[in-house]
């Protein structure tokens, strides 16, 4: 790679490619193209074919794959306690049905003469005497699919592809939290020409609750505002889980402000293992009146 680009860069080495002092193959080659394919992050294009000409090999056989594609679902507390089954809209690219996904208006294609049908063109240049570097780009007559398309299809303007909206039902895990993704493979959009879809990232959005706080991705608590001289007594009281059950705060004389009462397992479960549930917290706080008659100011200073 270095020799490589010493013989871009270097002024007189320069001149001597393009007076043909170095062997390029022909067919409109950029000997760029490498560095901007490793720049861009496509390792393979840049790095893949290196190797396969340094030590013969055919290396491994690169997979047409679609982009990914994303989508958003919203969910009480509740349903991303339990998971389970929900719709969820998507928008991907799949095959043209006009055209079969061949992008040609009569739905026929002929193989395209620049790369014999094989979508991707090797390159061979000589860095200095016996050294010699092989390249694999993407054939740009044909944007690496293979065919040759004399009419375009005017629905997906060539390209094989159309933008498709459907309603999907998806099972999540339970406990899920807000802003958590989910990765469906095969799910996003189908690539050009055939090969592996892409996947689907779904976006999870949990509504605000007004009963429950959670603090972290498994714990839960509610806070509950008890008029003060009930925490001076004490009291009994229910207290509904996110499970559906009833817990009892069972609270003694002189509870002070702030007090919580833990029950284990009655919490969230961990998405990614079901076997951890955290725990679920009520949090005692003082509710003070808004005034008081001066029979209860009396009653209260002689308390």
Known sequence: IAEANEVLSDPQKRQMYDNGGFEFNEDGFDPFEMFRNMADGDFESGFGSIFDGMFGGGGRQRVNRGSNVQAHVSMTLEEAYFGGKKEVTITRQKSCVHCNGTGSANGTTSTCPHCNGKGRIRKHMQLRPN???TIETVC??????????????????????????TTETIDFPRGLSDGMIINIPGMGNEPNGGGQNGDLHIIVHIYENSYYTRPDEINLIHYDEVPFNECLLGFKKEYKAIDGTKVVVDAPELTPHGKAFIFKGKGMPHPNNPNIVGDYAVVINYKLPSKLTNEQKKKLKDF
């Open 131 to 133: 050294a010699y570097q």
């Open 140 to 165: 740009k007559h044909c944007g690496g699919t293979g065919k040759k398309i004399t009419t375009p299809c005017p629905y997906c303007n060539g390209s094989g592809l159309e933008s498709v909206t």
